[in-house]
C-alpha cells in the first residue's frame, strides 16, 4: 500500500515533551518520507521553510494557521489582512502590548495575522476581532487573530491541489485548536497525547504518547500500516 503524504503541526508536535526546540528524532523520518510532507503551522513564514531546509525536505508549507501557503516554490497568501492591520492599530492605540520581548520576531515576518502571548488579556482582543470580523484561536502557544475563513485545512486543500494530490489522502498530525480543520480535511488525523481536548475529539486516531514521541510513533505505523491509538474521541 503506498505511503500516504501527510501534514504535520511544529510546536506541541515535533517538539520535546518540554514544548521547546524540534526533537531531533523527527528529522530523519520526515526526511526519507517517501511521500510529499506539508509543514503545517502557526508560525509566520520563514520558519517552516527554514525547518524544510534544515529537515532536507522540499519546502511545502502552510504558514500563519493557513494564510500562507507556500509549495515548490509557488505561494498563494489567502484572506485580506487590511483588517487585521486595522486591528493592530487599534490595540496599540487602546495601550495593549502582544507580549513578545525585544525584536518580537514573532511578529515581525507575520504576513496576513498577528500572534499575541497568552499572559495578555483575552477580553479586549476579542472584543476588537469580533468588531473586525476576525477571530482569535487560541493554539496553546499563543492568541492568533485572524481572517475567519483562513484555516490550516483550507490552506491544505490549496497545498494538495498544488501537489496533484487528493486532501483526503493526506494524514493530519496535531495538537492543536488549529489543527482540528486539518482534521476536517483529510481522511486520516492523528492528534499526539498532549493534544487540545478541542484536537482529540476532531482527530481519527488519539495516541497515548506525547509530542514528538508521538509524532515519531505514529510515522512509524502509518508506514506500517499498523496505526494504533483510541478512536473514542467523543
Not at 517517501?34 to 529537515?55: H, R
Not at 498577528?114 to 476588537?128: D, G, K, N
Not at 488525523?189 to 478541542?198: C, E, L, P, T, W
Request: hydrophobic fraction near 40%; charge should be negative; charged fraction near 25%.
Amino acid at each position: 500500500m503506498p505511503t500516504p503524504p501527510i501534514a504535520v503541526d511544529i510546536d506541541g508536535t515535533l517538539t520535546r515533551s518540554s514544548g521547546m526546540g524540534i526533537d531531533p528524532r523527527v528529522l530523519d523520518p520526515l526526511a526519507k518520507w517517501p511521500s510529499p510532507v506539508v509543514i503545517a503551522t502557526g508560525k509566520s513564514f520563514p520558519y517552516p521553510v527554514a525547518l524544510c531546509q534544515f529537515i532536507g525536505t522540499p519546502e511545502r508549507v502552510i504558514a500563519e494557521n493557513g494564510g500562507i501557503v507556500y509549495v515548490d516554490k509557488e505561494t498563494i497568501k489567502l484572506g485580506d489582512d487590511n483588517a487585521v492591520t486595522a486591528l493592530e492599530e487599534e490595540y496599540r492605540a487602546a495601550g495593549y502590548q502582544f507580549g513578545w520581548e525585544g525584536a518580537d520576531t514573532v511578529n515581525r515576518w507575520r504576513e496576513t495575522e498577528l500572534a499575541v502571548a497568552r499572559s495578555q488579556p483575552l477580553e479586549p482582543l476579542t472584543e476588537l476581532a469580533n468588531k473586525h470580523g476576525l477571530e482569535v484561536v487560541d493554539s496553546q502557544y499563543a492568541y492568533h487573530v485572524k481572517d475567519p475563513d483562513i484555516s490550516k485545512g483550507a490552506a491544505l486543500k490549496r497545498a494538495a491541489e498544488l501537489l496533484d494530490r487528493s486532501v483526503s489522502e493526506f494524514v493530519a498530525i496535531g495538537d492543536s485548536a488549529n489543527d482540528v480543520s486539518m482534521f476536517e480535511a483529510v481522511d486520516t488525523g492523528i492528534a499526539v497525547g498532549n493534544a487540545a481536548d478541542v484536537a482529540k475529539k476532531a482527530a481519527d486516531y488519539v495516541l497515548d504518547k506525547e509530542y514528538a514521541t508521538g509524532t515519531v510513533a505514529a510515522l512509524q505505523q502509518i508506514k506500517a500500516g499498523t496505526l494504533q491509538g483510541s478512536t473514542d474521541c467523543e
